[in-house]
């Protein structure tokens, strides 16, 4: 098959793999010699060197970015009875870990040009879970997608006016930048995650959770390992088993030696395509003061027919799309018997026409090229 016939990858961790292969076969050559797979000194190596890149005092690493959001809620005591708000346009984890404690996600509606979770939407819910009586607001979660922050300024003026914990889903946004700070410090507590697909990924599952609070952050070691005390069967509280993989840590602290450049790779990637399909489809819209770690390019289309066709007219060329979210989380089965019945038209429109191009740092400009002739067609 000649080259601008093959396949083109949605994501290429092989190629990846390949590129970086001497750095990380050290790394987990490293472990596999010493031996200390739980808890070894590369998870503190990692956990220091994330808190130094993101500019806050603490990281606590764990076993994926959904036990990271746990841990986080556990420590403040969320459940029944609470009502935990975030965006109806973000992936199931946000919501599902509030349900699995006993609390209440309530969803909220998001900015129609970056997608973020809307300020304005979100007062409503509030004052409407406070109208209605039966739950107690607790927490807001602000999730930065795609690769953009939230609206950080608006949501913390909102959490301290409303009396809520603040915490920032950066799962999919990690390297990423807002107001001229790397994400991480924004919110009371931050969570990652370091699943492959994630511009900062492991070869396996793998999360952290990063914070300027002392207490908090001794509190979230302590819940990640059985509510451990200072020794091994000192239980103090009930916790998890949340612990961080020391060979996931290793791969993480191979990669992130590369970590800028494959910033600056997707972000050249993402200005191609903009340059290319501007004036053919509705492409990102830009977070103010901001900069995107590109964890997804997202375009947006007329219509479902429209998509469907392109989506069509793209696989025939090889290119491949995916589609983040096809539904938003207030229609989804498992939580649309908590859900108030309340519209929120910007999620519900979203989910028909959004449609996700290949961004990876081992993408070339002549298949980058591709993908926006196959697209304008």
């Keep these: 098959m000649q080259p601008e016939n093959r396949p083109i990858a949605f994501l290429d961790l092989a190629a990846q793999q390949k590129r970086l292969g001497s750095a990380l076969r050290q790394r987990i050559d490293t472990v596999l010699e010493h031996c200390r797979f739980v808890m070894g000194p590369e998870v503190q190596e990692l956990e220091e060197r994330l808190a130094a890149y993101a500019g806050v005092e603490h990281c606590v690493g764990v076993s994926s970015g959904t036990d990271a959001l746990q841990i986080v809620m556990m420590a403040e005591g969320i459940g029944r009875g609470d009502a935990v708000f975030l965006p109806a346009f973000t992936y199931t984890a946000t919501a599902e870990v509030p349900l699995v404690l006993g609390a209440t996600p309530v969803f909220v509606d998001v900015d129609p040009l970056t997608f973020q979770i809307d300020p304005v939407s979100l007062k409503q819910r509030i004052a409407d879970v406070r109208q209605a009586g039966k739950l107690t607001p607790r927490a807001i979660v602000g999730v930065d997608l795609f690769g953009q922050p939230a609206p950080w300024a608006e949501l913390r003026a909102i959490a301290e006016a409303e009396g809520l914990f603040l915490l920032d889903d950066c799962a999919q946004s990690f390297g990423g930048s ?167 038209p910007v999620s519900e429109d979203l989910s028909t026409r959004i449609l996700a191009l290949p961004i990876h740092p081992e993408l070339l400009d002549t298949e980058v090229q591709r993908v926006i002739a196959a697209l304008r067609g």
């Design 178 to 344: 807002y107001d001229g700070r790397k994400l991480g410090g924004e919110a009371v507590a931050t969570t990652l995650s370091f699943f492959p697909s994630k511009p900062l990924g492991g070869y396996g599952d793998g999360g952290a959770i990063l914070t300027n609070d002392a207490e908090r952050a001794e509190l979230y070691r302590s819940l990640r390992t059985h509510g451990e005390g200072k020794t091994r069967y000192q239980v103090l509280r009930t916790g998890m088993n949340g612990r961080l993989d020391t060979l996931q840590a290793a791969v993480l602290l191979a990669k992130l030696d590369y970590f800028e450049d494959e910033l600056a790779r997707r972000d050249a990637i993402a200005c191609m395509y903009d340059a290319g399909l501007s004036g053919h489809v509705v492409t990102p819209a830009r977070v103010p003061v901001s900069s995107s770690a590109w964890a997804v390019y997202a375009i947006l289309l007329k219509d479902s027919e429209e998509r469907q066709a392109v989506q069509e007219r793209l696989k025939a060329a090889g290119v491949p799309s995916a589609i983040y979210y096809p539904l938003p989380l207030h229609w989804q089965p498992a939580y649309r018997d908590h859900h108030d019945g309340k519209a929120l």
